[in-house]
């Protein structure tokens, strides 16, 4: 299951990136969200899969969607992407990354990459802990989303506003 | 066989990876922002490995909040991105250079 979900997942990520038309990279995107959101599921974590559906496949895409509408974007699909120096370095800079956090997560030596799941691990993500935690220790962090989100409404509004 | 948490790491550093490349590699700024997106999403995927594997709610709740953050950050780039094609007619992010001098 987990090799499943995991090669569909790599699979729409790199379509997504080889995708000319916009259209199309935002719909391997919105795959790949379904592919992440069963993954937090084989995780246990309930609430945060359907909060990753909800959220990022229900509201971020929808506006990306929109907003690529909005541009008519869809068919300028000229937009010079052609294959240069640039793009070669980058390839390269990103093997090594890619090398380095494998080595960093495979070989850390402490085995922690072995460790079995934790037995608790279908209690956590049930909306009640979830619930228990935002609303006690992290009561504060909470209420600031809240500031955060209400100054993110503010400025879409004045940035996406016509200049007059 | 159970999985283990070493191929969740692994599956989430190629994502993370996969995004790293688009960001670099493709000039259109909308797709560059889901770029971002996907590499937003490979990391909540770590820490939601971390937490379930440990047995800490934290790291799920700390997801909670990114994604808080990621919906922000959506809008106002966005908004943004917007702002730019009324002004410069184009998304392509080579020829946004108005903040270098």
Do not use: H
């Not at chain 1, 793009?87 to 390269?92: A, H, N, Q, R, T």
């Not at chain 2, 937003?40 to 709610?57: E, P, Q, R, W």
């Amino acid at each position: 299951m987990f090799l499943i979900v995991a090669s569909l997942a790599i699979a729409s990520a790199l379509l997504m990136i080889l995708q000319k038309n916009p259209v199309m990279s935002a719909i391997y995107l919105i795959a790949n969200f379904f592919c992440i959101a069963l993954l937090y599921l084989l995780l246990q974590a309930q609430l945060l899969a359907v909060l990753q559906i909800v959220v990022y496949t229900g509201a971020i895409m929808v506006l990306v969607v929109f907003v690529i509408m909005l541009l008519n974007l869809g068919d300028e699909t000229k937009l010079t992407e052609k294959f240069d120096m640039k793009k070669i370095i980058s390839v390269v800079l990103v093997t090594g990354f890619l090398i380095e956090m494998v080595y960093i997560f495979g070989f850390s030596g402490d085995g922690i990459g072995r460790m079995p799941m934790s037995s608790q691990a279908a209690n956590l993500g049930t909306v009640e802990s979830m619930g228990a935690a935002l609303f006690t220790r992290f009561l504060l962090p909470f209420e600031v989303t809240s500031l955060l989100l209400l100054a993110a409404i503010v400025g879409a509004v004045v940035l996406a506003r016509k200049q007059s | 066989m159970p999985v283990s948490l070493a191929s969740y790491l692994a599956l989430s550093a190629i994502l993370f990876t996969i995004g790293v490349a688009g960001v670099l590699t493709r000039r259109n700024a909308i797709v560059v922002f889901m770029c971002i997106e996907l590499m937003l999403n490979s990391v909540n995927l770590t820490l939601i490995a971390f937490s379930s594997f440990m047995g800490d709610i934290t790291g799920q709740v700390l997801v909670f909040f990114v994604m808080a953050v990621a919906a922000a950050e959506a809008a106002v780039g966005l908004a943004i991105v917007i702002s730019l094609f009324r002004n410069k007619q184009t998304v392509n992010i080579d020829e946004i250079n108005i903040l270098k001098w």
